[in-house]
């Protein structure tokens, strides 16, 4: 009789503790920053190396930590912990640039996440490889189609072809995609699905919210050369 007692008084704790580990994060606010191209060409959405590194800085001198997509994903699904003011840097279609964007990062001790399409004639697989060794490469479709629209069948191939070209340099699994120009539909999802990725990234001008996610529309903020240090701080803590 006391060994049941004691078995019974046990189990509550015993459910709590695995409750604990095994149950999504509570709600964190993420943002979730999309760049391009980092150069002198004056493009919408380009910043200037000077801008990059100035943002950088504050990110730093705010307590921010940058992490991958990939460690974003893992922590809301209960598979591990956010630092507290976590921030995702993220670098879309894969222009040469990407390298100068790693470079500074790297200055501040930050990690990005590199969305890339089958461009070799921009990046190297020698570069690509450089890129997944400091942070992560993902899926940006094999030709950066909008897919909205599309026959499912093209859908698939230009998610399958591109996240095949990028895992055979990088030797890393690819998991995640940004839909080109933030656009998809129901058939996208499923092709993206059906391709093995597990969660897709738009453009949505929000921060993401870990507790409620739609695995298939994360939402980004777009960086863009307009953006001044005031400009910058707004979108990163606003919700």
């Known amino acids: 009789m006391f ?43 380009s910043v200037t190396p000077e801008q990059l590194e100035a943002q950088c800085q504050w990110l730093v001198e705010n307590g921010y930590t940058a992490i991958t997509v990939g460690q974003f994903w893992d922590a809301a699904h209960g598979y591990g912990t956010l630092p507290a003011k976590p921030i995702v840097l993220t670098n879309d279609d894969g222009w040469a640039s990407a390298m100068t964007f790693a470079d500074i990062l790297g200055r501040y001790g930050m990690v990005g996440t590199y969305f890339v399409n089958n461009n070799e004639w921009q990046l190297t697989p020698d570069q690509l490889l450089s890129l ?22 093209t859908q698939y191939a230009e998610i399958t072809n591109n996240k095949a070209y990028i895992e055979q340099i990088t030797g890393q699994p690819v998991r995640f995609l940004a839909w080109p120009f933030g ?13 093995g990725i597990v969660a897709a990234f738009g453009l949505s001008g929000t921060a993401a919210n870990s507790a409620a996610l739609d695995p298939y529309y994360i939402p980004r903020l777009m960086m863009m050369v307009t953006d001044d240090l005031s400009t910058f701080a707004a979108k990163v803590t606003s919700w």
Do not use: F, K, W
């Open 3 to 45: 060994l049941l007692v004691c078995a019974v008084l046990a189990l509550p704790l015993q459910v709590a503790s695995q409750e604990a580990i095994t149950s999504p994060m509570a709600g964190v606010r993420v943002p979730v920053l999309t760049y391009h191209n980092v150069d002198y060409s004056g493009s919408e959405y």
């Open 132 to 153: 997944a060794q400091r942070g992560s490469v993902e899926a940006h479709t094999a030709s950066h189609l909008n897919l909205a629209g599309l026959a499912y069948e």
């Open 183 to 195: 656009a998809s539909d129901e058939n996208a999802v499923r092709a993206a699905s059906a391709a």
